[in-house]
């Protein structure tokens, strides 16, 4: 048997174990040493087997290795206890770490609806009220020179004209009340047209002919109490004064009711009982708390005035009253508008009055065309 047959190889090619034995770092095996050099030598000459003939054994072997099916798979997946299936069912809703790029897309497009959010709300809302923003100061505008510039009125005789002061010049308490009986009573209970025609029975609620009444006309007042300020000693003992009514305070506020013995009317009572569901206000003077002693004047001009003229009677305005408010609220349905109306009649210890007047316009229903 020839050598190459020994050792399994084929003729004229060195196997990877010859190799490895002859060719090594440290020299030639002992193997080598057996062959002759004519035998390597004759072997070398011999040509080499082609490619394909080498690489046969490698490559049906692999033929004849059978493929993984899907059973194989399977059990590998049973082995490692994991469904694919299942596992890609949980993955979907793995929260996977935004990259940078992500984070600053995200960011950017919650910024872009917020700004779009924000100007929506101020084309729905700031931009109507800017347009009715003349028409609020118009209105206001023209209601306070009515109120304010009116001096004859008529007299409760027919025909008779009666000229009395301008609120603007009211600076004690006849004035007031002299304003009340006159200019106030012909603004809010208004008989006639300003050609002198009468009013038809379904405008006699209304004020400059568009200006309807919608809430009923209330007279009110700020009280302090009788020891809401001192007294030096000396003038106490030189005039036994016992008693001293300072500026208003809500500390110093007077709350107590006292009813008049002579009193018995109801709605007239009402004028000396504390309510406080009386809004608050601001004078010129100072600012006011709600609640404070007022009831409702009756709905008739001549009614009202007899009211008007009990209070002044029995005293409900004294030395202990800091302001008096006149207030109502109208409504112009051509400018679709809402007036709160509110003459103030500040009466500070100096005792001379400050008047003024104070009207408040502002659209309730907003959405009543298009164009809103």
Same mark, same amino acid.
């Given at each position: 048997?020839?050598?190459?047959?020994?050792? %399994?190889?084929n003729?004229?090619?060195?196997?990877?174990e010859?190799?490895? #034995?002859?060719?090594?770092?440290?020299?030639?095996?002992s193997?080598g040493e057996?062959f002759?050099?004519?035998?390597v030598a004759s072997?070398?000459?011999?040509?080499?087997?082609?490619?394909?003939?080498?690489?046969?054994p490698?490559?049906k072997?692999r033929?004849e290795?059978?493929p993984? $099916?899907?059973?194989?798979a399977?059990?590998?997946?049973s082995?490692?206890?994991?469904?694919?299936?299942?596992?890609?069912d949980e993955l979907?809703?793995?929260?996977?770490?935004?990259?940078?790029?992500?984070? +600053?897309?995200?960011? @950017?497009?919650e910024?872009?609806g917020h700004?779009?959010?924000?100007l929506?709300?101020?084309?729905?809302?700031i931009?109507p009220? +800017?347009?009715?923003a $003349?028409?609020?100061?118009?209105?206001q505008?023209?209601?306070?020179?009515l109120?304010?510039? *009116?001096?004859?009125?008529?007299g409760d005789a027919? #025909?008779?004209?009666?000229k $009395?002061?301008?609120v %603007?010049?009211?600076?004690?308490?006849q004035?007031?009340?002299d304003?009340l009986?006159?200019? =106030?009573?012909?603004?809010?209970y208004s008989q006639?047209?300003?050609?002198?025609?009468?009013?038809?029975l379904?405008?006699l609620?209304?004020v400059a002919?568009n200006?309807?009444?919608?809430?009923?006309?209330?007279i009110?007042q700020?009280?302090?109490?009788?020891? $809401?300020?001192?007294?030096?000693s000396r003038f106490?003992? @030189?005039? =036994?004064?016992?008693?001293?009514? #300072?500026?208003?305070?809500?500390?110093?506020?007077a709350t107590?009711t006292q009813?008049?013995?002579?009193v018995t009317?109801?709605?007239?009572?009402?004028a000396?009982k504390?309510n406080a569901?009386? =809004?608050?206000?601001?004078?010129? *003077?100072?600012?006011?708390?709600?609640g404070?002693?007022?009831?409702?004047?009756?709905?008739?001009?001549?009614? =009202?005035?007899?009211?008007?003229?009990?209070?002044q009677g029995? #005293?409900?305005?004294d030395a202990?009253t800091?302001?008096?408010?006149?207030?109502?609220?109208t409504?112009n349905?051509?400018l679709?508008l809402?007036?709160? *109306?509110?003459?103030?009649?500040e009466?500070?210890?100096?005792?001379i009055?400050e008047?003024?007047?104070?009207i408040r316009s502002?659209?309730?229903?907003r959405?009543?065309?298009?164009?809103d």
């Amino acid at each position: 048997m020839s050598t190459s047959e020994e050792h %399994g190889t084929n003729p004229g090619v060195f196997s990877d174990e010859s190799d490895a #034995g002859i060719f090594t770092d440290n020299g030639p095996s002992s193997e080598g040493e057996d062959f002759s050099m004519d035998r390597v030598a004759s072997s070398a000459n011999k040509p080499p087997l082609p490619e394909s003939q080498i690489a046969a054994p490698q490559t049906k072997a692999r033929a004849e290795e059978p493929p993984a $099916s899907k059973g194989d798979a399977g059990d590998d997946e049973s082995e490692l206890g994991i469904n694919a299936e299942d596992l890609r069912d949980e993955l979907q809703f793995v929260k996977w770490p935004l990259t940078e790029r992500d984070r +600053q897309t995200k960011v @950017a497009k919650e910024t872009m609806g917020h700004i779009v959010f924000l100007l929506i709300f101020a084309l729905v809302t700031i931009l109507p009220l +800017q347009q009715s923003a $003349s028409f609020y100061s118009q209105h206001q505008t023209s209601m306070e020179t009515l109120i304010s510039s *009116i001096e004859a009125y008529p007299g409760d005789a027919y #025909g008779v004209t009666v000229k $009395s002061k301008r609120v %603007g010049e009211v600076r004690s308490l006849q004035d007031m009340f002299d304003w009340l009986h006159g200019p =106030a009573a012909a603004v809010f209970y208004s008989q006639n047209w300003f050609s002198g025609r009468p009013l038809t029975l379904q405008k006699l609620d209304y004020v400059a002919g568009n200006n309807q009444i919608v809430a009923s006309l209330t007279i009110r007042q700020k009280r302090v109490t009788s020891s $809401s300020c001192e007294v030096t000693s000396r003038f106490l003992e @030189a005039n =036994a004064v016992d008693t001293c009514a #300072g500026l208003y305070s809500p500390e110093a506020e007077a709350t107590e009711t006292q009813i008049p013995a002579s009193v018995t009317d109801e709605k007239l009572q009402a004028a000396f009982k504390y309510n406080a569901t009386f =809004a608050s206000f601001d004078g010129v *003077i100072g600012e006011y708390n709600a609640g404070g002693f007022g009831m409702d004047l009756s709905t008739t001009v001549s009614s =009202a005035r007899e009211q008007l003229q009990l209070l002044q009677g029995l #005293g409900w305005v004294d030395a202990n009253t800091r302001a008096v408010v006149l207030e109502t609220v109208t409504y112009n349905h051509v400018l679709n508008l809402f007036s709160t *109306i509110r003459i103030v009649f500040e009466t500070p210890p100096s005792g001379i009055i400050e008047p003024s007047v104070q009207i408040r316009s502002t659209k309730l229903y907003r959405y009543l065309s298009t164009t809103d």
